[in-house]
Nanobody
């Protein structure tokens, strides 16, 4: 059974940084891509970033409330999301997702496997 598990969410002060990690396990296929989405209270889930498993292609949305960098360590089945210059508006649950196939990688329906999310809270 494929499992996707996020970690690294925490409370951080404005201007702070966090590294979120996502591990995929139980899979018998090579993922095509993995991505991060986020969902704030009362808002829809939104795309943050995606990366193909070979690391050659990255996709990203620019936000005013933080900067981020996505990276992959495929030998470790890990994808990371470095968040910097965080503002309170970046507070959300951050979800990791994986797909075995190519598709519209900026959209949630492209991903078959999802983690439960990790909470990021930015406040003073």
């Amino acid at each position: 059974q494929v499992q996707v598990a996020e970690s690294g969410g925490a409370w951080v002060q404005p201007g702070g940084t966090l590294r979120l990690s996502c591990e995929i396990s139980g899979h018998t296929f090579t993922p095509y891509a993995m991505a991060w989405f986020r969902q704030a209270p009362g808002k829809e889930r939104e795309f943050v970033a995606a990366i193909t498993w070979d690391g050659y292609n990255r996709y990203s949305t620019q936000f005013a409330d933080h900067r981020h960098l996505i990276d992959v360590e495929n030998a470790k089945n890990l994808v990371s999301l470095d968040l910097t210059n965080l503002k309170p508006e970046a507070t959300a649950v951050y979800f990791c997702a994986a797909t075995a196939r190519s598709g519209q990688l900026r959209t949630a329906p492209a991903y078959e496997y999802w983690g439960r999310g990790t909470q990021v809270t930015v406040s003073s």
